[in-house]
C-alpha cells in the first residue's frame, strides 16, 4: 500500500492528469450528444429501416478518449524518464516490477473512474437526445448494454495502460506516443485501405482497437469480424505483453 500511495500521490500531482481526465469525460460526452444528434429522421426514415445500434452510437466518443489515455499512460511514465526523477523513485522502490505494478494500478483507478463518469454521461446524454429524434433511447439495465459500457471502460483503462508500457519501454514519451497513436488510429485505417478482403478481415480481427471496439455492440453481433468479449481480450493481450516487457525492460537496464 505504501508504494500505492507514493505513486498515486505522483500521478495526482502531474499538472497534467487532472486535464486529462477531464478531457477523457468531456470527449465522450461531447461526442455522444454530436453523434446521437446526427441521427434524426433527413438520415434515417424509421429506427424500423435504419437499424441503428443506439448503444454502440451513444459510446462513439470512446473511440476520440482513447487517445486522451494513451496520453496520461504515457506521461505517468515518460515524465519521470524526462525529468530524471526515475532514479529517485528506483533508489525508493528498489523491486522494480513492483514500482511499474504500483504505478499501473494507480493509473487504472484513476483512468477507471474517468471512464467510468464519462460512459454513464454518454448514455445519460444519448436518452435526452434520441427520443426528441425519434429513436428509442438505450436502456441503462439491458445485460447488452452494461456489457458495452463496461467494456468501454476497459477499453479506456487498456489504453492508459498501453501508453504506460509503451513509456516503459522507449523511456520517451513523444516515441511512446506516436507509436501508441499509429496504433490506435493507422493500423485501422489500413483496414480500410488494403484491397484484400482476407487482410482486411485479419486486421479487423487482430488489430487492438478495431477488435477491441466491438465490445460496444449490442446488434446483429454475427456480422463482427469478432466477439465483443474475444475482441476487447485481443487489447488486453497487447497491453498485458507490452507491460510485461517494460517490467523487464525496466529490471534489467539502468534509469
Not at 477488435?211 to 456480422?223: E, G, I, K
Request: charge should be positive; include cysteine.
Amino acid at each position: 500500500m505504501r508504494w500505492l500511495h507514493a505513486e498515486w500521490t505522483k500521478l495526482r500531482t502531474l499538472p497534467s492528469t487532472w486535464w486529462l481526465l477531464t478531457a477523457t469525460v468531456v470527449l465522450a460526452v461531447a461526442v455522444a450528444a454530436a453523434a446521437a444528434s446526427s441521427l434524426t429522421s433527413a438520415v434515417c426514415a424509421s429506427p424500423a429501416a435504419c437499424h441503428e445500434d443506439t448503444v454502440r452510437l451513444s459510446l462513439t466518443g470512446v473511440r476520440l478518449s482513447q487517445a486522451v489515455c494513451l496520453v496520461l499512460g504515457a506521461l505517468s511514465m515518460g515524465a519521470e524518464y524526462g525529468t530524471g526523477t526515475i532514479r529517485t523513485t528506483l533508489m525508493a522502490m528498489p523491486t522494480r516490477w513492483r514500482a511499474l505494478a504500483a504505478k499501473a494500478t494507480a493509473l487504472s483507478l484513476a483512468t477507471a473512474a474517468a471512464g467510468a463518469v464519462g460512459i454513464l454521461l454518454s448514455l445519460a446524454t444519448a436518452r435526452l437526445i434520441l427520443p426528441a429524434n425519434g429513436f428509442e433511447a438505450p436502456s441503462l439495465t439491458d445485460a447488452p448494454t452494461l456489457r458495452a459500457a463496461t467494456g468501454s471502460v476497459l477499453v479506456l483503462t487498456l489504453v492508459a495502460l498501453l501508453g504506460l508500457a509503451l513509456a516503459t519501454l522507449l523511456r520517451d514519451t513523444a516515441a511512446a506516443l506516436t507509436l501508441g497513436l499509429g496504433v490506435l488510429y493507422v493500423v485501422p485505417l489500413l483496414a480500410h485501405l488494403v484491397a484484400s478482403p482476407v487482410w482486411q478481415h485479419r486486421l479487423e480481427r487482430w488489430a487492438p482497437m478495431p477488435a477491441a471496439l466491438s465490445v460496444q455492440a449490442t446488434r446483429d453481433l454475427d456480422r463482427l469480424p469478432i466477439g465483443p468479449w474475444p475482441g476487447l481480450g485481443v487489447l488486453a493481450a497487447y497491453a498485458g505483453v507490452l507491460c510485461v516487457g517494460g517490467a523487464v525492460a525496466l529490471s534489467t537496464r539502468d534509469a
